[in-house]
């Protein structure tokens, strides 16, 4: 999982086309910590430049990056009838979405802001940490979902269901 994670972020250095991540396995095996290291990484390297213009002039740019712990999100929305909350997320040039599973739970609405977020998210690098194997995936949501998570170099990591919580390790 380790080493996954480290040669996506070494992608960033490289110039490479922005890629998918997801974490896939069982509650407390460190999926979200390690997503949220990814993304240290990548503001560290993306996350603010001062540079000299041709002009001469001191710019400064700041790109965001962001973390959507889903549930939540998805209660603020519902609650506030923010019906297109999702596209406040697809400008992030690197989000991580923290068990958009979670979907399933809430009903059709949150399955289908989830399926259009991810279709927004086609060239941008994501990461996602799931509570599911990538077959749950396809069963309680779209298969398309799950074709999205492993179509065109991105990547999966599924850790099987006898992994040791991370506290108890």
Known sequence: MLDEAKTLAGEFDSGATPR??????????????????VRRYWNSYHGLWRGQSAQGDWTQRIQRSCVIN???????????????????????????????SKAYETGDWAKSQLFELLE?????????????????????????????????GNRVIELPPETPSYAER
């Open 20 to 37: 998918w991540l997801a974490f896939c396995g069982p509650t407390g095996t460190g999926k979200t910590f390690l997503a949220r290291q």
């Open 70 to 100: 889903w549930a939540r999100e998805i209660a603020r929305a519902k609650d506030s009838k923010a019906w297109g909350f999702v596209r406040g997320y697809d400008d992030y040039p690197m989000l991580v979405i923290d068990d958009p």
């Open 120 to 152: 927004y998210r086609r060239d941008k690098w994501t990461v996602t940490t799931w509570n599911l194997d990538l077959e749950e995936i396809s069963a309680r949501f779209e298969p398309a979902i799950k074709d999205r998570l492993i179509r065109g």
